[in-house]
């Protein structure tokens, strides 16, 4: 089983296979190898891409988008299917609630891995400790960063799951592999430390109970801004596409431009936004306070 079911728009990194198995359309138009055997199936996007289905129906369309590519190269070839549990640098897609539970159906009927790449919702940012939790994700395999040392030092990590692990254990011997600066001891520290912070001070709680729905009522002003579609969040992280008609879920004609004036307009009065195309993304430190949110 060689292949690897990746989605349309997905950040997995930027190193060959990193860009491989992520969906990022400017990444693989620059040339050079990709890895093979790793395709991409259409993302949960409901607002862009859902049409005249309610996001219910949208997410069972999209999520069945796997088992149809599945059935297309044959169960006997697809290894896993990866996924992020929300989408970050594809512009913050918040899934349908019918998407994840469809996904986790077919890769066991398919008896295929499920990676869950909690890179960006992992460690409190959704307001519970990994994004699996807040979908109620059962993953395989799930790899982690950011938040594991609130990026202060760098660090990541993959936690394996028993159904992997007892392989590795009782079948394969040596897992040869290694690399220069793993379990590097000023990382590691720091990442412990990060997390005993965010244990004793109910740092995921309080973005759970307090800060992120104080985030989220913020942010809904916005909601009659005639150029903001929609205001869609989970815990400390947003996504608002900007569209030229409401009603009918219209993008701009020239995709990204508006975007880029609002991203910078931003940033010139002291918010630093992101624009992905023309969605603007919003993940503020969870040490965030009400009054900075006021202002």
Request: proline share 5%; charged share 25%; aromatic share 6%.
């Amino acid at each position: 089983r060689t292949h690897i079911i990746s989605r349309k728009n997905a950040y997995h990194g930027s190193t060959v296979a990193g860009a491989s198995l992520g969906g990022m359309s400017g990444m693989h138009s620059q040339g050079g190898a990709l890895v093979r055997d790793i395709v991409h199936i259409d993302q949960p996007y409901w607002y862009g891409e859902g049409g005249d289905h309610t996001p219910e129906e949208f997410g069972l369309i999209a999520a069945r988008k796997l088992e149809e590519k599945i059935e297309e190269l044959g169960a006997d070839r697809v290894g896993a299917f990866i996924g992020e549990p929300i989408q970050g640098a594809g512009g913050v897609i918040i899934p349908p609630s019918t998407y994840w539970p469809e996904i986790q159906r077919i890769c066991k009927k398919y008896d295929i891995l499920l990676i869950a790449d909690e890179v960006i919702c992992g460690f409190g940012r959704t307001g519970e400790w990994f994004g699996c939790d807040t979908f109620d994700i059962k993953p395989d395999l799930m790899p982690m960063a950011k938040g594991m040392s609130s990026g202060y030092l760098p660090i990541s990590a993959v936690m394996v799951g028993d159904r992997v692990a007892d392989v590795l254990i009782n079948e394969c011997g040596e897992f040869t592999h290694g690399f220069t600066y793993s379990g590097h001891p000023a990382c590691a520290a720091v990442a412990l430390e990060n997390i005993r912070i965010l244990r004793e001070e109910k740092m995921v709680e309080r973005v759970k109970d307090d800060i992120g729905p104080y985030f989220a009522n913020a942010l809904k002003t916005l909601e009659d801004h005639p150029l903001v579609g929609a205001v869609e969040t989970v815990g400390l992280i947003a996504g608002m596409p900007l569209v030229d008609d409401k009603k009918t879920r219209k993008g701009f004609d020239k995709p990204g431009t508006v975007g880029t004036m609002c991203r910078d307009a931003c940033v010139a009065n002291g918010v630093i936004m992101r624009a992905c195309g023309d969605r603007m993304v919003l993940s503020p430190p969870l040490c965030i306070t009400k009054e900075e949110i006021d202002e």
